[in-house]
């Protein structure tokens, strides 16, 4: 398995980071990474879901990195699913 860096944002913050994430994981887990470095930090932890979302498109937490068209240094974001 290979990591990927990725330009990444928590929606409701204010900074882009730098997240690497696995070519193995699922769009769950990518969620998760970003999450990580935002929220209980500068985003309010809430009791919600997390997704991913890419070129403005909610991606499904089943779907894998391979499917997801996702490439190195891509921007994407991740938040709270209302």
């Known amino acids: 398995m290979a ?7 928590f929606r409701g ?18 969620a998760a990474k970003v999450a990580h470095h935002a929220v209980g930090l500068r985003v309010k932890e809430r009791d919600a879901p997390i997704a991913v979302w890419f070129n403005d498109k909610q991606l499904p937490a089943d779907m894998s990195f391979a499917e997801s068209g996702i490439g190195v ?10």
Not at 3 to 9: D, G, S
Not at 15 to 27: K, R
Not at 73 to 82: F, S
């Open 3 to 9: 990591m990927i860096p990725l330009m990444a944002a």
């Open 13 to 30: 913050d204010f900074l882009t980071q730098l997240v690497p994430v696995d070519d193995g994981d699922d769009m769950a887990a990518v």
């Open 73 to 82: 240094m891509d921007y994407i974001e991740a938040g709270y699913v209302e």
